[in-house]
């Protein structure tokens, strides 16, 4: 597994991070994984996100953007 990014800012409405890898499986097959990260008060609320390396270019907007819609209740 290697970090392929990282980021921090808005994530929607929210400050947060984002941070990227990739895993390559035994079997051969890479995935590409991203996380979501927004800190709240003593807590860190996380999503996780994956998709195969080789549909990443299509999927990885999607993702963002599934991201970018959360909203957190107080």
Not at 40 to 45: A, E, G, L
Not at 58 to 73: G, H, K, M, W
Request: charged share 25%; hydrophobic share 35%; aromatic share 12%.
């Amino acid at each position: 597994m290697f970090q392929a990014g990282r980021g921090h800012g808005l994530i929607g409405k929210h400050p947060g991070s984002r941070l990227s890898f990739i895993l390559n499986r035994q079997d051969g097959e890479k995935w590409f994984f991203k996380h979501y990260l927004w800190p709240q008060d003593t807590r860190v609320i996380v999503l996780q996100c994956g998709t195969p390396v080789e549909v990443r270019q299509q999927n990885e907007p999607v993702l963002d953007e599934i991201a970018e819609t959360f909203e957190f209740v107080q």
